[in-house]
């Protein structure tokens, strides 16, 4: 039986890649990373990739400075890869819907807050601390377009510091981020996700 082939989307270091092709190297994932997508030419995580001979595609905004146009390639790269799950791992963008539609039930991406708190952001360490949160943490979910809204899979609390920047609590949420990642990977290659009403319901093993 083939593995399920495994796309991720990047946008910068892609440290969140790298905890992937690692839990994959080391058996922990039942996937192949088959492409890996950047919409930033520079991005230091296509290093992590070419390394490991993971195939890579930029497709930016200097090929196609128009969203829908470049979406619609990287849903184009998608299919001809035969991608199965989409993972958006540092991803910087929001999906074109038609893109979000292809892949209903096999997007997830991580965002580094307990979600709905600071959803919609790219600064939600920032907020949090400007919030005076004394619980922060890291959210794995489904990809719908309601930005940052789809349904939950996994979270992971991480406290906050009265010390803290940005930049630390950062960090912490990070590693929590490179556990909770591949674990909700691990799941739904597990056929162990299921949707009920908008909760997802995970089956025991």
Same mark, same amino acid.
């Given at each position: $039986?083939?593995?399920?082939?495994?796309?991720?989307?990047?946008?910068?270091?892609?440290?969140?890649?790298?905890?992937?092709?690692?839990?994959? &190297?080391?058996?922990?994932?039942?996937? %192949?990373?088959?492409?890996?997508?950047?919409?930033?030419? &520079?991005?230091?995580?296509?290093?992590?990739?070419?390394?490991?001979?993971? =195939?890579?595609?930029?497709?930016?905004?200097?090929?196609?400075?128009?969203?829908?146009?470049?979406?619609?390639?990287?849903?184009?790269?998608?299919?001809?890869?035969?991608?199965?799950?989409?993972?958006?791992?540092?991803?910087? *963008?929001?999906? &074109?819907?038609?893109?979000? @539609?292809?892949?209903?039930?096999? $997007?997830?991406?991580?965002?580094?807050?307990?979600?709905?708190?600071?959803?919609?952001?790219?600064?939600? @360490?920032?907020?949090?601390?400007? #919030?005076?949160?004394?619980?922060?943490?890291?959210?794995? #979910?489904?990809?719908? %377009?309601?930005? %940052?809204?789809? =349904?939950?899979?996994? @979270?992971?609390?991480?406290?906050?510091? *009265?010390?803290?920047?940005?930049?630390?609590?950062?960090?912490?949420?990070?590693?929590?981020? #490179?556990?909770?990642?591949? *674990?909700?990977?691990?799941?739904?290659?597990?056929?162990?996700?299921?949707?009920?009403?908008?909760?997802?319901?995970?089956?025991?093993?």
């Amino acid at each position: $039986m083939s593995r399920p082939r495994l796309g991720v989307l990047i946008s910068g270091r892609g440290s969140n890649l790298l905890a992937i092709l690692e839990a994959v &190297e080391h058996g922990e994932l039942p996937v %192949d990373v088959a492409l890996v997508v950047s919409n930033r030419a &520079e991005a230091a995580g296509l290093a992590h990739a070419r390394g490991r001979g993971v =195939p890579t595609r930029v497709i930016d905004r200097a090929a196609y400075p128009r969203r829908a146009a470049r979406h619609a390639a990287i849903l184009d790269a998608l299919g001809e890869a035969g991608i199965d799950l989409v993972v958006c791992a540092g991803w910087d *963008e929001i999906l &074109e819907p038609a893109l979000v @539609q292809v892949y209903a039930g096999r $997007m997830l991406n991580v965002h580094p807050s307990l979600l709905p708190a600071f959803a919609g952001t790219i600064h939600a @360490q920032r907020d949090a601390l400007n #919030h005076g949160v004394k619980i922060s943490g890291c959210t794995v #979910h489904f990809v719908t %377009d309601d930005v %940052d809204g789809g =349904p939950i899979v996994l @979270q992971r609390p991480v406290p906050v510091f *009265e010390s803290d920047t940005p930049v630390s609590l950062a960090t912490r949420i990070l590693v929590e981020e #490179h556990i909770a990642l591949p *674990e909700a990977i691990r799941l739904w290659a597990d056929g162990r996700l299921h949707f009920d009403g908008r909760r997802v319901r995970i089956a025991p093993p």
